[in-house]
């Protein structure tokens, strides 16, 4: 396999032939997502096999889901072929919560054939992340709201 050379910490593409590994790392929600969709994009345009192995992540919201289903649909409609490497329980869960394990159809692992295509140490993501410069919320506490039995209880 051949590494596509890039410098991105969250990243790591390698290819040979038709086949194409993505690896990605660090927590992938809309910050992230938005940084990296126009690679993704351009790999589900040109992969005849794509792989997205997403165990180096450490956190998927809602948006990073909406991301892999993107993928995985762009993939298939071009008739590639897809595959999702995952064995995080959490982000499993929310792939079979979401309904959406027919589309992604996460495996735990590599296929053998693969098993050190991506050996090399993934560089450690900048401190912070992408939002690093980002002021982060501060959460303030609620203000008790009335019920409709007279009652107070906060607001969630």
């Keep these: ?13 390698r290819s040979t032939g038709g086949t194409t590994i993505a690896a990605l790392r660090g927590e992938l929600d809309l910050v992230l997502v938005r940084h990296l969709r126009p690679e993704l994009d351009a790999l589900v345009r040109e992969s005849e096999e794509l792989t997205l192995d ?56 590599l296929p053998r054939e693969w098993s ?7 560089p450690e993501p900048p401190s912070g992340g992408l939002a690093a410069g980002v002021v982060p919320v501060r959460r303030v506490p609620a203000e008790p709201r009335p019920t409709g039995s007279g009652g107070v209880r906060p607001l969630r």
């Design 116 to 122: 050190n295509a991506l050996g090399e140490a993934w």
């Design 54 to 109: 997403i165990r180096g992540l450490a956190f998927c919201d809602a948006t990073g889901l909406g991301l892999l289903a993107h993928c995985a649909g762009g993939v298939r409609r071009r008739g590639a072929r897809w595959r999702l490497v995952c064995d995080q329980p959490s982000i499993l869960r929310l792939i079979r919560l979401a309904a959406l394990g027919e589309l992604l159809c996460p495996q735990p692992a």
């Design 1 to 13: 396999m051949q590494l596509i050379p890039r410098h991105d910490p969250y990243l790591v593409v």
